[in-house]
T-cell receptor, first 113, second 113 residues
Framework: DTAVSQTPKYLVTQMGNDKSIKCEQN?????MYWYKQDSKKFLKIMFS???????INETVPNRFSPKSPDKAHLNLHINSLELGDSAVYFC????????????FGSGTRLTVV | AQSVTQLGSHVSVSEGALVLLRCNYS??????LFWYVQYPNQGLQLLLK??????LVKGINGFEAEFKKSETSFHLTKPSAHMSDAAEYFC???????????FGQGTTLQVKP
């Protein structure tokens, strides 16, 4: 029973399209995150939600919009996809405190052509 | 500002040799530190974490790390490398009161037969 599941695992799409990535966790955590991993494998936080409330919104283009219908789900919608959006996107869940760390999903590899 | 630096983007060892992956941090508050491992095409898995209890932390798969405040370091070690240890390793620092993790640049561990 997967703790943090993301769908789809792979996503290939054309520039200008709109796409969504879904994430669900069954760990009972209050906080969920989206991270972007670039081609050099660097991980950078994008968003964080705590019990459906946005608490972290790093410098991310407005084309990226997270949505959390409940604390077990955090989806990522991307409008007008660009070539530079190609990356692996990871969802994670964890506690609100620094000491808790995260449980990661297996990632969504987005390729924009 | 809080930051994490992993020294050496690529480390190569022979099977059975000692593994040493270096991580230094900068934090204005007592740190919480983590090591994650990422196998090819997979998500990140928690290896171990330091949360201000014992300075020598044991993790999964025979890995351990020692927190040294005077050196602001949290290096990861394993006495004897296995081929299955080949992966990407990330050091991370718990930041602020939002649960946000700041990741180092990652170190690729290659294990030669």
């Amino acid at each position: 029973d997967t703790a943090v599941s993301q769908t789809p695992k792979y996503l290939v799409t054309q520039m200008g399209n709109d796409k969504s990535i879904k994430c669900e966790q069954n760990l009972g955590h209050d906080t969920m995150y989206w991270y972007k991993q670039d081609s050099k494998k660097f991980l950078k936080i994008m968003f964080s939600y705590n019990n459906k409330e946005l608490i972290i919104n790093e410098t991310v283009p407005n084309r990226f919009s997270p949505k959390s219908p409940d604390k077990a789900h955090l989806n990522l919608h991307i409008n007008s996809l660009e070539l530079g959006d190609s990356a692996v996107y990871f969802c994670a869940s964890g506690g609100r405190e620094r000491k808790d760390g995260y449980t990661f999903g297996s990632g969504t590899r987005l390729t924009v052509v | 500002a809080q930051s994490v630096t992993q020294l050496g983007s690529h480390v190569s060892v022979s099977e059975g040799a000692l593994v040493l992956l270096r991580c230094n941090y900068s934090s204005s508050v007592p740190p919480y530190l983590f090591w994650y491992v990422q196998y090819p095409n997979q998500g990140l898995q928690l290896l171990l974490k330091y949360t201000s209890a014992a300075t020598l932390v044991k993790g999964i798969n025979g890995f351990e790390a020692e927190f040294k405040k005077s050196e602001t370091s949290f290096h990861l070690t394993k006495p004897s490398a296995h081929m299955s240890d080949a992966a990407e390793y990330f050091c991370a620092l718990g930041s602020g009161n939002t649960g946000k993790l700041i990741f180092g640049q990652g170190t690729t561990l290659q294990v030669k037969p």
